[in-house]
């Protein structure tokens, strides 16, 4: 396993032994490490989606970094994305949400604005698992319109469907891919992103299908 993994196993945190039985002795849930440049939500956008950055070890720090910077422009300097986002906010507010040039800020801290910006950007759903909720409840971002159109469902059932009754009325809705990504730190401001090792292969998944176990059990709508 490469030493880019550097939280060897992360399947007691999660409370997954692996994402199937017959997988069991060879699938791991594994966090992954990000520096600690400001961008750290991007880099672990950027390494669930090419998991080739955490096992080659001719991938540098820099060529990872300048990868995630990358994907930072993509999503910020989307003006239709960030406009779409905008007028999301209530009106009496918008003042307080982020211009597109400070996002693009290094240091700039990624908050709930973000992460859903980020969702409907990629098109993917994004789940955040703090290490210390003893809930093993996420925080789910959503593209726009699946989010309106989950919100249609609640409110069709007056909000009486919850956990896995809502994730099974829904689930035709769902984007099709998620990642996962950890917050972590003492401020519980530092991303990391979780990724599938399959060590017989010797290979890492960072993206996760609507049905998975994993996204099944940590799903917060």
Same mark, same amino acid.
């Given at each position: 396993?490469?030493?880019?993994?550097?939280?060897?196993?992360?399947? =007691?945190? =999660?409370?997954?032994?692996?994402?199937?039985?017959?997988?069991?002795?060879?699938?791991?849930?594994?966090?992954?490490?990000?520096?600690?440049?400001?961008?750290?939500?991007?880099?672990?956008?950027?390494?669930?989606?090419?998991?080739?950055?955490?096992?080659?070890?001719?991938?540098?720090?820099?060529?990872?970094?300048?990868?995630?910077?990358?994907?930072?422009?993509?999503?910020?300097?989307?003006?239709?994305?960030?406009?779409?986002?905008? =007028?999301?906010?209530?009106?009496?507010?918008?003042?307080?949400?982020?211009?597109?040039?400070?996002?693009?800020?290094?240091?700039?801290?990624?908050?709930? /604005?973000?992460?859903?910006?980020?969702?409907?950007?990629?098109? /993917?759903?994004?789940?955040?698992?703090?290490?210390?909720?003893?809930?093993?409840?996420?925080?789910?971002?959503?593209?726009?319109?699946?989010?309106?159109?989950?919100?249609?469902?609640?409110?069709?059932?007056?909000?009486?469907?919850?956990?896995?009754?809502?994730?099974?009325?829904?689930?035709?809705?769902?984007?099709?891919?998620?990642?996962?990504?950890?917050?972590?730190?003492?401020?519980?401001?530092?991303?990391?992103?979780?990724?599938?090792?399959?060590?017989?292969?010797?290979?890492?998944?960072?993206? /996760?299908?609507?049905?998975?176990?994993?996204?099944?059990? /940590?799903?917060?709508?």
């Amino acid at each position: 396993m490469s030493q880019y993994l550097s939280v060897a196993s992360w399947d =007691l945190a =999660l409370g997954l032994a692996a994402d199937g039985d017959s997988s069991r002795h060879q699938h791991h849930y594994v966090r992954v490490y990000t520096p600690l440049d400001g961008a750290c939500f991007y880099h672990s956008i950027c390494l669930a989606l090419s998991t080739k950055l955490c096992l080659h070890a001719h991938y540098t720090d820099e060529v990872r970094s300048e990868k995630g910077l990358k994907l930072r422009q993509m999503i910020c300097e989307h003006t239709p994305t960030y406009k779409k986002a905008m =007028l999301r906010v209530d009106e009496t507010l918008r003042q307080y949400i982020p211009t597109q040039a400070q996002l693009l800020k290094p240091g700039f801290f990624a908050g709930d /604005f973000m992460w859903h910006l980020a969702a409907e950007r990629l098109q /993917f759903g994004i789940l955040f698992l703090g290490l210390t909720r003893a809930d093993n409840q996420s925080i789910t971002a959503l593209p726009y319109d699946i989010k309106d159109a989950v919100e249609r469902i609640k409110q069709k059932h007056k909000h009486m469907l919850h956990g896995t009754d809502l994730y099974k009325a829904t689930l035709h809705l769902l984007p099709e891919r998620f990642l996962l990504i950890a917050i972590v730190g003492d401020a519980q401001n530092h991303f990391q992103p979780i990724l599938m090792y399959d060590s017989r292969r010797q290979a890492c998944f960072g993206v /996760f299908d609507k049905s998975s176990m994993v996204v099944k059990k /940590f799903i917060n709508l």
